[in-house]
Nanobody, 125 residues
Framework: VQLQASGGGLVQPGGSLSLSCVVSGITFSRCSMGWFRQAPGKEREFVAA????????SIADSVKGRLTISRVNAENTVYLQMRSLKPEDTAVYYC???????????????????WGQGTLVTVSS
């Protein structure tokens, strides 16, 4: 199973970025997906999650209204669209997959089975 995250980079405060994560080696349409991030010197934290069908989503309070999670099952891809970025959004962003046929999602990183390598987002002027 492979999760390939991309789209990170350097952006100015107030700017936008779109992250993507392509999944292979597993039935993507039966996985709930999550995005987590880890800032320097901090623990990994939940950012967003989406059910396998895309109908149920969760966004962390710290990013609500600024970040949106979506998925295209036909493309085996999950997206994280970020706008109005702040310096405190600087982190390595990880996508994660969880085998889940219940139609739900999880905000707990210990419930995800597969992880991508991470993509660095730096918000700085």
């Amino acid at each position: 199973v492979q999760l390939q995250a991309s789209g990170g980079g350097l952006v100015q405060p107030g700017g936008s970025l779109s992250l993507s994560c392509v999944v292979s080696g597993i039935t993507f349409s039966r996985c709930s997906m999550g995005w987590f991030r880890q800032a320097p010197g901090k623990e990994r934290e939940f950012v967003a999650a989406i059910s396998w069908g895309g109908t149920v989503r969760s966004i962390a309070d710290s990013v609500k209204g600024r970040l949106t999670i979506s998925r295209v099952n036909a493309e085996n891809t999950v997206y994280l669209q970020m706008r109005s970025l702040k310096p405190e959004d600087t982190a390595v962003y990880y996508c994660a997959a969880r085998w889940d046929v219940s139609g739900g999602y999880s905000e707990r990183d210990d419930q995800y089975h597969y992880w991508g390598q991470g993509t660095l987002v730096t918000v700085s002027s």
